[in-house]
């Protein structure tokens, strides 16, 4: 069965959570897409986005959204998570996973 997490959030995104909530060791793969607040668009300087939304309503159309890419992706997991509040430019609304660092070596040939 597929694993579907969608929530609302005020803090920081912690993205190494979201991860571990979708991985799999069936998948080839975890994507993770992260929006940021852009300092400068075009002409106008931002300071800040201020994000809000009526909670259940949000929550249940991030559901529908990741249920449907489930659907036509054929995913083994999806997690949405958008944050709510003001998150100013020179703030990010996530942190950086930390990730292991693993040493690879190839593989000896087989002789013959």
């Given amino acids: ?25 069936t998948a080839g793969a975890s994507v993770l897409f992260v929006g940021t607040t852009r300092s400068i668009t075009g002409d106008v300087v931002t300071r800040s986005l201020d994000y809000e939304a009526h909670e259940p309503l949000a929550e249940d159309q991030l559901a529908h959204l990741a249920r449907a890419a489930v659907q036509e992706f054929a995913l083994s997991a999806c ?33 013959g």
């Fill in 79 to 111: 997690a949405v998570v958008h944050r709510l509040g003001a998150v100013p430019w020179e703030r990010r609304a996530w942190r950086w996973p930390r990730v292991p660092r693993i040493a690879a070596r190839p593989s000896p040939r087989p002789s």
């Fill in 1 to 25: 069965m597929t694993t579907v997490h969608c929530r609302l959030v005020r803090d920081r995104i912690d993205t190494a959570a979201v991860l571990a909530e979708v991985g799999r060791e």
